[in-house]
T-cell receptor
């Protein structure tokens, strides 16, 4: 069975441009999460989908970030316009069922974003 | 809210030597604790987790961790490391009924022959 897949693995863009990151969760996983790691610091929560609904987007940095999950399957995270401080690794994760103490969280390999 | 502090950013260690990675957490409620590992060019993989019960938790690849509530710690140990254990290790915490993980900054373990 395929794991969580993310695309692209690495994106280099200039400040002011737009980038869209994609995540395909494990089939059947209703919960989908986005996390970000900036410059070797902590991995930080961005948002959580349950199926197609945003359950918690408290970690989204600002309105330049837009996440969608069409039909409750794959998800996209768009950054528009990108700023230098958006550089980092964006991780997607998925899980079945309930809270994290009830099931395992599976992570993708991450999408590295470099904004020049 | 919860927070995690990983006390060592880099840990160099010789092959077959023991290693301990330190993790302390802060929380006003009961927590569940996790260790994840990221091997080069791979995603994060769950090493082990503490949910309840025995405070000594065994995980994959010979790793174990001990939950110490009084010291709010969850240190990770392996008695004898291999070259293949070279990776970055992350401690994480969540609260009951929560869907978010709070991570530490990571500890890079480099195993040398």
């Amino acid at each position: 069975e395929a794991g969580v897949t993310q695309f692209p693995s690495h994106s280099v863009i200039e400040k002011g441009q737009t980038v869209t990151l994609r995540c395909d969760p494990i089939s059947g996983h209703d919960n989908l999460y986005w996390y970000r790691r900036v410059m070797g610091k902590e991995i930080k929560f961005l948002l959580h989908f349950v199926k197609e609904s945003k359950q918690d987007e408290s970690g989204m940095p600002n309105n330049r970030f837009l996440a969608e999950r069409t039909g409750g399957t794959y998800s996209t995270l768009k950054v528009q316009p990108a700023e230098l401080e958006d550089s980092g690794v964006y991780f997607c994760a998925s899980s079945q069922g309930g809270p994290l103490n009830t099931g395992e969280l599976f992570f993708g390999e991450g999408s590295r974003l470099t904004v020049l | 809210a919860q927070s995690v502090t990983q006390l060592d950013s880099q840990v160099p260690v010789f092959e077959e030597a023991p290693v301990e990675l330190r993790c302390n957490y802060s929380s006003s409620v009961s927590v569940y604790l996790f260790w994840y590992v990221q091997y080069p060019n791979q995603g994060l993989q769950l090493l082990l987790k503490y949910l309840s019960g025995s405070t000594l938790v065994k995980g994959i690849n010979g790793f174990e961790a001990e939950f110490n509530k009084s010291q709010t710690s969850f240190h990770l140990r392996k008695p004898s490391v291999h070259i293949s254990d070279t990776a970055e290790y992350f401690c994480a915490v969540t609260a009951s009924n929560d869907y978010k993980l709070s991570f530490g900054a990571g500890t890079t373990v480099t195993v040398r022959a």
